[in-house]
């Protein structure tokens, strides 16, 4: 069975500050996209999708031109260029269109399911695994989102934006809200929304934009992102986001969502401070044996 892997790398890290997506976390200069290339490929995936900016081409052509060669094919898309519903309205946009309309730059390069990932968010190694047995049995109107613990995804260096899930007895998603400035004080977790600060249980199963999909959703999505532009064209910070379009879905009858969950603990890089974190983490997976020292 062909998988592909698309990753989601054309943020502009600007709470980061900077490419954060190609700054190295490893001991030989690895960043966080390789673990989980690494990681994909031992679970069966045969092509990686990255959809970046035309200005980071160069720079992942450096980093890739010897590093996993031969073990996966490799392909690039630019969000950046993909107009298709937006051309009139690019010279008033602050920011990107969203996750949904990153991965409709890439639709002519996926033919078969696929996994989309953020290219700075270490997921776990055992997640891959846990997703492409789940694929395996994925039909064409069925989505896949693994779901993490909230209290295994936050940082403790500002606010976190996650997709709360709601779900049902047998692990079927009911609802998805995307949700802004989630952050921890001490044992409470909480967002404020409209003035109102509402408390969220550490065992919340949210979205970490690990999702997999038949290939049959991107003309749903494409359906989906057109009449988002036509409806929100005259605010240039706003963006179509794949949980919550996924959602519009399910309600519509057109796409049902299985809930995987995973024990796995999150390591990304939201904010600079979080990188110290995030280098111990894989350094102690490399003693552990999980990693090789080097990735490639």
């Excluded at 990686?48 to 890739?64: G, M, P, Q, S």
């Excluded at 779900?167 to 802004?180: A, P, Q, S, Y």
Aim: with cysteine; glycine share 8%.
């Amino acid at each position: 069975m062909d998988l592909t892997l698309v990753v989601l790398a054309a943020g502009m890290g600007s709470r980061y500050g900077g490419n954060k997506q190609l700054d190295g976390i490893g001991p030989n200069g690895e960043i966080i996209m390789d673990y989980s290339i690494h990681d994909a490929i031992k679970a069966g995936f045969t092509k990686v999708v990255f959809i970046i900016r035309t200005d980071l081409k160069e720079a992942f052509e450096n980093h890739y031109t010897e590093r996993f060669q031969g073990r996966i094919k490799m392909e690039f898309a630019y969000q950046n260029e993909y107009t298709e519903h937006t051309a009139l309205y690019e010279s008033n946009r602050k920011k990107p269109w969203g996750t949904t309309h990153a991965v409709l730059s890439a639709q002519h390069l996926i033919n078969e399911p696929f996994l989309v990932i953020n290219a700075d968010d270490y997921y776990g190694h055992e997640s891959f695994g846990e997703v492409v047995e789940a694929m395996q049995q994925m039909t064409d109107d069925q989505c896949i989102i693994m779901g993490y613990k909230l209290a295994n995804t936050l940082s403790d260096h500002g606010t976190v934006n996650r997709g709360v899930c709601e779900v049902d007895e047998n692990m079927n998603l009911i609802g998805i809200k995307e949700t802004l400035a989630i952050g921890r004080d001490g044992d409470t977790i909480s967002y404020e929304d409209n003035g109102k600060v509402h408390e969220l249980a550490a065992d919340t199963f949210v979205s970490m934009n690990f999702w997999g999909f038949p290939s049959a959703v991107l003309p749903l999505f494409e359906e989906k992102f057109k009449a988002f532009v036509a409806d929100n064209n005259q605010d240039p910070k706003s963006e179509c986001f794949i949980p919550v379009e996924v959602d519009n879905l399910k309600k519509e009858g057109k796409a049902t969502v299985k809930v995987v969950p995973t024990s796995a603990s999150w390591l990304g890089v939201t904010y600079q401070e979080d990188k110290p974190h995030v280098v111990e983490g894989i350094k102690k997976m490399i003693a552990s044996g999980i990693y090789p020292e080097e990735i490639k």
